[in-house]
């Protein structure tokens, strides 16, 4: 795959205090023929060469609409799926090819919250032994005993440390989620990739998770992979964010840079097509309608992969898949084309 | 406002369950004119969806008791026969659900599922069904609307099964449309589509919509009107400017300060609700905002504890439920929302709307 070189730029300005390193990252999950040889007849390229870099402390969001791979690029970095091809460095440690049980120590530093609070939660399981579960799976035994500990856990969370012996059903979708929150920050970990945290709350419960999550951030340092598909919600929250389409990083810089002078033709319009909650400034603004839907990822369009919805399309994007390239410091994208604006 | 098209009196909607009795709805009124459209906003348990489906008739009235008016051009819907409903529903007025995958039936055909709209309503041949379904499968932006046609549900994304869920709806040329979190499940990208869809089509057919959601980004860019619902009633109305610009009751306040803005700066913080919505069954005594409310104590006597506000105007257009005085309401909500919305909107309209409050003021207490 001459694909991996691609990021080669992308990857030589990355910052040397990174947490994560991902490097030309792939995820290929194949699919087979009928009959009963099962014969390998293509992949769907779920992620294809992905690069980017966490520091402590740091929120990357990643966006993109659904089917762009956002999900399974944050499964693949923790190594909850195995990377096809591409390396992952976490803590300055190359983790590519760790087996599972290799895995299990580095699990402590590494966590994840899921987006749906009904179905990430045992229900036959008490909170209590819900959120102290990292403990017995890593044998950490807490100076206090796991019990307290919880409770701590469960308070700093907003939850009722009393509602240790509850179930899962007996609470509402946010304080299910908080309790999501608590067992990934049982062991203290470094890096938490959150996927979807709040899209399956209302709003106002949606406002006191996205503060927590903050809270926490500043309290244990932690670096947060913040996936979703609300870019109101990831533009408040990350540093940093990263604009997935087709499996592959379209543009990567800071969040206020991305929003205020987006490079690539979809982030853009990405952005506009994002309505805000304020009428007449909504009225004034001009939206950029893509046209169709995402294409196929088992047959990616030839050259840029965006090329067949992008109003600026023309023949080269076609012929040549675009480089990662550098255009101001620390904002990276992929287009042959990109907006005139950004060049500022 | 114009002539109402539709327009719901008290409506009242309770389902007896175990437990007691949910108030699911709980004396709701409002109108919609043709060519507008009129947001409900609220989060889950608010009653909008029930609302909606009062209005298409959609609920059992063998486990539900609904009373209340609503009239549809004129006519009464809630003690009307089932088969004059059932007349109108799909015909002069229809809806789109939320999820598309599940309001399609997967074992048939697009193309047999819109013909069946046809049948109902219209004396057509089977040809002359096809024919409309196929333009209108064209006319919602569907690409090869003749292979469509033959398409099951599961061949077609998210984005183009809910254009087929609006086909369908707008077969008959409703005259009200109902869309009851329309882009919800989709991407925004595909949301953007089916808002322009809407509003083209609301432009060429002169369409009175409903529109349920929870997103105040869609709310601002398509509703003429807006009702903030809370616990099964109507706790703020008024225009899309009234609501944004001069929202007068807590929820509304904490519900726009819950939202994230794509343009606000890197360092602004949330201001969520405390707390839940509440549960139906047991709904406090007062106001049934009061558990999450930070300004009841500004009331005096406990009233917000004991006394359920009534739904008083502001303005003629601007309803709010909340025993807050309006000079009070307001000075809140420019420290809450501040730049945003009261102040930003003072130098452009400066006129009208500073001046609303002094007036208002002096209405609503003497009703009190």
Not at chain 2, 66 to 74: E, I
Not at chain 2, 99 to 107: A, I, K, M, N
Not at chain 2, 267 to 290: A, E
């Amino acid at each position: 795959m001459t694909v991996v070189d691609e990021n080669d730029a992308g990857v030589a300005a990355r910052r040397a205090d990174a947490l994560l390193r991902v490097e030309a990252v792939q995820k290929y999950f194949p699919i087979s023929g009928g009959g009963v040889l099962k014969r390998h007849i293509g992949d769907v390229k779920a992620v294809e060469s992905i690069s980017f870099d966490v520091v402590p402390g740091e929120t990357l969001g990643v966006v993109g609409e659904s089917g762009c791979g956002k999900s399974t690029a944050g499964r693949t970095v923790l190594k909850l799926l195995q990377p096809t091809g591409g390396r992952l460095e976490f803590d300055g440690r190359d983790i590519t090819n760790l087996t599972r049980k290799e895995m299990v120590p580095l699990r402590r530093e590494m966590q994840m919250i899921f987006q749906d609070p009904y179905s990430s939660l045992n229900p036959r399981h008490t909170v209590g032994s819900i959120i102290s579960a990292p403990f017995k799976v890593q044998g950490v035994k807490p100076a206090r005993g796991v019990q307290s500990e919880v409770q701590d856990l469960m308070a700093r969370v907003g939850l009722n440390p009393e509602h240790f012996n509850r179930y899962p059903n007996e609470f509402s979708g946010g304080q299910r989620q908080r309790i999501g929150i608590a067992r990934a920050i049982a062991l203290r970990p470094k890096l938490i990739v959150c996927d979807e945290p709040v899209s399956a709350l209302d709003v106002s419960i949606q406002a006191q998770v996205v503060n927590l999550l903050e809270d926490l951030q500043d309290e244990f340092r932690l670096a947060y992979i913040f996936i979703a598909h609300d870019l109101s919600v990831v533009r408040h929250i990350s540093d940093r964010i990263a604009v997935m389409y087709l499996g592959r990083i379209m543009e990567i810089a800071d969040s206020e840079l991305i929003y205020k002078s987006p490079l690539h033709p979809y982030t853009h319009a990405l952005i506009s097509a994002v309505p805000l909650p304020d009428p007449r400034a909504e009225h004034k603004r001009e939206r950029i309608l893509l046209q169709g839907d995402l294409p196929s990822p088992i047959n990616p369009p030839s050259g840029c992969v965006f090329r067949t919805r992008c109003p600026k399309a023309q023949d080269r994007c076609a012929e040549e898949i675009p480089l990662v390239r550098e255009f101001a410091p620390g904002h990276f994208g992929a287009c042959h084309f990109p907006e005139e604006r950004s060049l500022i | 406002m114009s002539d109402p098209f539709v327009k719901v009196e008290d409506l009242r909607v309770q389902f007896p369950t175990e437990d007691g009795i949910v108030g699911a709805v709980d004396g709701v009124s409002f109108e919609v004119a043709k060519n507008e459209t009129l947001a409900i906003v609220g989060e889950s348990g608010s009653g909008k969806s029930v609302t909606s489906q009062a209005i298409m008739g959609l609920i059992n009235r063998k486990t539900a008791k609904v009373t209340g008016q609503v009239l549809f051009d004129g006519e009464e819907l809630l003690s009307a026969r089932p088969d004059q409903v059932r007349s109108l529903r799909g015909k002069r007025m229809a809806m789109i659900f939320q999820d598309p995958l599940s309001s399609l039936h997967p074992f048939y055909s697009i193309g047999k599922q819109l013909v069946e709209a046809i049948d109902v309503h219209q004396n057509v041949s089977n040809s002359a069904a096809m024919k409309q379904a196929r333009d209108m499968l064209d006319r919602v932006g569907i690409p090869n609307p003749d292979r469509r046609l033959k398409d099951y549900p599961h061949n077609l994304s998210g984005g183009m099964r809910q254009r087929v869920m609006i086909a369908m709806a707008l077969l008959n040329s409703p005259e009200l449309l109902i869309a009851d979190e329309p882009t919800t499940a989709l991407d925004v990208t595909v949301q953007a589509q089916i808002i322009d869809l809407l509003r083209d089509l609301q432009r060429e057919f002169g369409t009175a919509i409903i529109l349920i959601t929870h997103d105040l980004g869609v709310v601002a860019d398509m509703a003429d009107d807006v009702v903030v619902m809370y616990g099964g009633r109507v706790v703020e109305r008024g225009n899309i400017d009234d609501i944004y610009y001069r929202p007068e009751m807590p929820y509304t306040w904490g519900l726009l300060g819950s939202v994230p803005r794509m343009d606000a700066g890197p360092s602004t913080r949330l201001q969520p609700i405390p707390g839940q919505p509440p549960s139906l069954i047991r709904l406090p005594k007062g106001c049934v905002f009061r558990p999450r409310c930070a300004y009841h104590e500004l009331v005096p006597g406990n009233r917000c504890d004991t006394d359920r506000p009534d739904l008083l105007p502001v303005t003629p257009d601007h309803a709010v439920r909340c025993h807050l005085e309006p000079a009070q309401r307001r000075e809140i909500a420019i420290e809450r929302l501040g730049a945003h919305t009261v102040v930003d909107n003072s130098p452009a309209a400066d006129a009208t709307p500073s001046a609303t409050p002094t007036p208002a003021s002096g209405g609503t207490q003497e009703e009190k």
